[in-house]
């Protein structure tokens, strides 16, 4: 039983962080803002379970993250276009569609907003997070992306997909707003068109 309810308060507090970053930014939510909304008794339950609330931010981030990133994974291992044009949207269609498909429940739309004021705070190095909890996909990604952009200088490419993993949070965030407004865009259409974007990006001439 205190098992239990030791997992029931961490799994609160990790809900409660998420949905009130999403909905207020990082700023403005304080730990007992967090503690509160969890419905925490005790008030040091955020240090109690992750030392600290940096640690708590963090988590909210990798525990969906895991996930988005396996499904990543299979999505690039089937892309099986010849053509290096067609591939590079195809490979970042693949690349980006877990996340955006995450919109399309209430929970997956609070982690995108989430996401994005997470992404956005100094205090955070977002792809050092992701590099320590392993991120397999994106390194397939981007040995594949080398071959379809030959004229891209290595560094180019690099700080192109480092910025074009911020962008596609913002891509999501927008879908997100999209569905909460009531308009009929479906996730395939959302990733056509983001993936487009990103290609165009990533492939652009280096002058």
Known sequence: MARSTHQDTRNALLQAAQRLIAERGLATVSVKD???AAGARNPSAVHYHF??????????????????????ALRLAKVDETDPVRRLVALMAAAIS??????????????????????????????ELVTQHGMP?????????????????????????????????????????????????????AVREASATLAGYIAAKVV
Not at 57 to 68: G, L, M, N, P
Not at 154 to 169: C, D, K, P, Y
């Open 51 to 72: 030392g600290n609330v940096e640690e708590l931010i963090k988590e909210v981030f990798t525990q969906r993250y895991r996930a988005i990133e396996q499904e990543r």
């Open 98 to 127: 877990p996340f955006m498909e995450s919109s399309l429940d209430e929970e997956g739309r609070l982690y995108v907003r989430f996401c994005l004021q997470f992404s956005s705070d100094p205090r955070f190095n977002l792809l």
């Open 34 to 36: 967090i503690t509160r």
């Open 137 to 189: 996909s994106l390194i397939s990604l981007r040995a594949q992306l080398v071959a379809c952009v030959p004229d891209v200088p290595e560094g180019v490419l690099n700080a192109r997909l480092r910025q074009a993993f911020s962008i596609s949070l913002m891509q999501a965030a927008d879908y997100a707003r999209q569905l909460e407004a009531g308009l009929p865009i479906t996730a395939d259409t």
